[in-house]
């Protein structure tokens, strides 16, 4: 069991950069599989990206490769979502995910939410 706490979000115009941050508890966080998704205004929640225990494989949405960045720290209990070059249809809800197995790009794929955090970006 994990729990998970975003942190990082916030306003920010159109072309800038925010870093979000998922602060998990627990002395197990190395056992999980972590995913970035989020939530837009009147739509699905969607997968943005996952990294799996050591790091060492990433994955990314189509609509954020190249843009965005998934790391973690696991000395630190933390994995990190670093958004570059936002855009207004970057605004939405991010949830931090988590789940001892990984099985894909997947919603019910991950067992552990955060709260999430807000993210607005302006032009």
């Known amino acids: 069991q994990v729990q998970l706490v975003e942190s990082g979000g916030g306003l920010v115009q159109a072309w800038g950069s925010l870093r979000l941050s998922c602060a998990a508890s627990g002395r197990a966080f190395s056992d999980y599989a972590m995913a970035w998704f989020r939530q837009a205004p009147g739509k699905e929640r969607e997968f943005v990206a996952d990294?799996?225990?050591?790091?060492?494989?990433?994955n990314y949405a189509d609509s954020v490769k190249g843009q965005f960045t998934i790391s973690r720290d696991n000395g630190k209990n933390t994995v990190y979502l670093q958004m570059n070059s936002l855009k207004v249809e970057d605004t939405a809800i991010y949830y931090c995910?988590?789940?001892?197995?990984?099985?894909?790009?997947?919603?019910?794929?991950?067992?552990?939410w955060g709260q999430g955090t807000q993210v607005t970006v302006s032009s």
């Open positions: 990294i799996i225990w050591d790091g060492a494989i990433t």
């Open positions: 995910a988590a789940d001892r197995a990984y099985g894909g790009r997947r919603e019910s794929a991950f067992g552990f």
